[in-house]
């Protein structure tokens, strides 16, 4: 199975702030991959697909990039509606596999 | 507008069986892949299962942690997505999502397994 690490398990930072979470695959993963937030009590949001196509009605200020084995969610201009968790997820192959999420809080 | 809706859920003693329904409105069921993604208590999403369209033989894949006790299965004249869960286990215990192309997501439903 592909592993996928996630990283950080939890980030705090200020209103207005650009923050960075970051996904790396135990293989490649040829751009395979996605981002999805979760509010609590909801459910997963999907975000980005294909490591950089931004899903339909998601703000231009969340993007990702990445090749091969490292991906990353950069989240511009950090706003009180973005607190949530987010996770990435590999889909190049089977079984699918999830990063173990990160928790974004407002400093 | 695409909706789906998952029930099923309960509480349930280790050893028995659960069958999940997901019923689907507002796009063409019958060319969906759909998949069933679980979620712990500790909050870690899981992919459990997928299932493809007649086209693609209604091919089917699982999570090695249920490969053998879940059965996947899809009515396209209900438009609907089934999950089958056997032999179910205390670390089956999570909030199972039904899912399409990751695009969509029903609510949700709880399933709790305990003696």
């Known amino acids: 199975d592909i592993q996928m690490t996630q990283s950080p398990a939890s980030l705090s930072a200020s209103l207005g702030e650009t923050v960075t979470i970051e996904c790396r695959a135990s293989?490649?993963?040829?751009?395979?991959l996605a981002w999805y937030q979760q509010k609590p009590g909801n459910s997963p949001q999907l975000l980005i697909y294909d490591a950089n196509s931004l899903a339909d009605g998601v703000p231009s200020r969340f993007s990702g990039s990445g090749s091969g084995t490292q991906y990353s969610l950069k989240i511009n201009s950090l706003q009180s509606e973005d607190v949530a968790s987010y996770f990435c997820q590999q889909y190049n192959n089977y079984p699918f596999t999830f990063g173990s999420g990160t928790k974004l809080e407002i400093k | 507008e695409v909706q789906l809706v998952e029930t099923g859920g309960g509480l349930v003693q280790p050893g028995k069986s659960l069958k999940l329904t997901c019923a689907t409105s507002g796009f063409t069921f019958s060319n969906a892949w759909m998949d069933w993604v679980r979620q712990s208590p500790e909050k870690q999403l899981e992919w459990v299962a997928q299932i493809k369209d007649k086209s693609n033989n209604y091919a089917t894949y699982y999570a090695e942690s249920v490969k053998g006790r879940f059965t996947i299965s899809r009515d396209d004249s209900k438009s609907s997505v089934y999950l089958q869960m056997n032999s179910l286990k205390e670390e089956d215990t999570a909030i199972y999502y039904c899912?399409?192309?990751?695009?969509?997501w029903g609510q949700g439903v709880m399933v709790t397994v305990s003696s």
């Open positions: 899912t399409y192309y990751g695009s969509y």
């Open positions: 293989e490649d993963i040829y751009s395979n």
